[in-house]
């Protein structure tokens, strides 16, 4: 399965901020379920102003039960 383009230039844009010191880890609030949710965003400026593009939340529990690797034929 290929990962879709968008995806990759998010990635991409993640990465420059990461090497430029423009990462910050935030407390945000779940839309839906009004449970605090820890979100990786990326951080611009607008002028004086500070710009927080979430790049997406860290998981809950454990990650590896979270996630199964592509080609895993466990689950297949």
Do not use: W
């Amino acid at each position: 399965m290929a990962i879709p383009d968008h995806h990759s230039r998010n990635f991409q844009t993640l990465l420059r901020a990461a090497e430029d010191g423009n990462l910050a880890l935030m407390e945000c609030t779940d839309s839906v379920t009004g449970e605090p949710k820890y979100v990786l965003c990326a951080v611009g400026r607008d002028g004086e102003a500070y710009i927080m593009t979430p790049f997406g939340h860290l998981c809950e529990g454990d990650p590896y039960l979270a996630y199964v690797p592509p080609g895993n034929p466990e689950t297949l």
